[in-house]
C-alpha cells in the first residue's frame, strides 16, 4: 500500500476553527498557504499553494488554543480525499491533510512549550491517579508511558 504522508511548511491563513463531534471528539480545522520562490531567467517568480488541514482530538484541540492566522507551522499528516454535496446538490472532492503533528517553525519566531497533563477516558490523569512522589527518596513517580525519560 502505496504511503501518503506529506510534510508543509507555511502559514495560517485563518485562526483554527475548533468543532466538537456528537461524541464529544475535537477536531480544528484551518488552511495552510506554502509560498515558493524560483527563477525564470534571472526573475524571481512566487507561486503560492493553499492547503486544508484538520486536526483531531488533543492536537485539533491545542491547535486551536495555541496558534493564529498568520502563524508560520509545520504539518505533517496523510492526504485524504472526501466527497462532499453543495446545497445545490452537486458532488465535489477535496483533498485535505489529516495532522499528525503540528508545530511552529522556529526559523523567525520563538515559542515556549507547555506541557499539557494527559487524562483517561474518566478524566483522571492518565494510568489512574499518581502519587506525588515515590516511596524511594521523594522523587516523582515515572511516567506510564515514558517511564523516567525526560519529556524533551
Known amino acids: 500500500m502505496a504511503d501518503s504522508t506529506v510534510t508543509i511548511v507555511g502559514n495560517l491563513t485563518r485562526d483554527p476553527e475548533l468543532r466538537f463531534t456528537a461524541g464529544g471528539k475535537g477536531v480544528a480545522s484551518f488552511g495552510v498557504a506554502v509560498n515558493r520562490r524560483y527563477q ?81 477516558p474518566d478524566g483522571t490523569p492518565s494510568g489512574g491517579a499518581r502519587p506525588a512522589a515515590a516511596a524511594s527518596g521523594g522523587r516523582p513517580a515515572a511516567d506510564p508511558m515514558y517511564g523516567d525519560e525526560e519529556p524533551f
Open 40 to 120: 525564470v531567467n534571472g526573475e524571481w517568480q512566487e507561486k503560492v499553494s493553499f492547503f486544508n488541514v484538520t486536526a483531531w482530538d488533543s492536537l485539533g484541540e491545542n491547535a486551536a488554543a495555541s496558534l493564529t492566522k498568520g502563524t508560520r507551522i509545520m504539518v505533517t499528516g496523510r492526504l485524504e480525499q472526501r466527497e462532499y454535496e453543495t446545497t445545490a446538490g452537486e458532488k465535489r472532492n477535496v483533498v485535505e491533510i489529516v495532522a499528525d503533528e503540528l508545530g511552529p517553525s522556529l526559523r523567525w519566531a520563538r515559542a515556549e512549550v507547555e506541557r499539557t497533563q494527559r487524562t483517561g
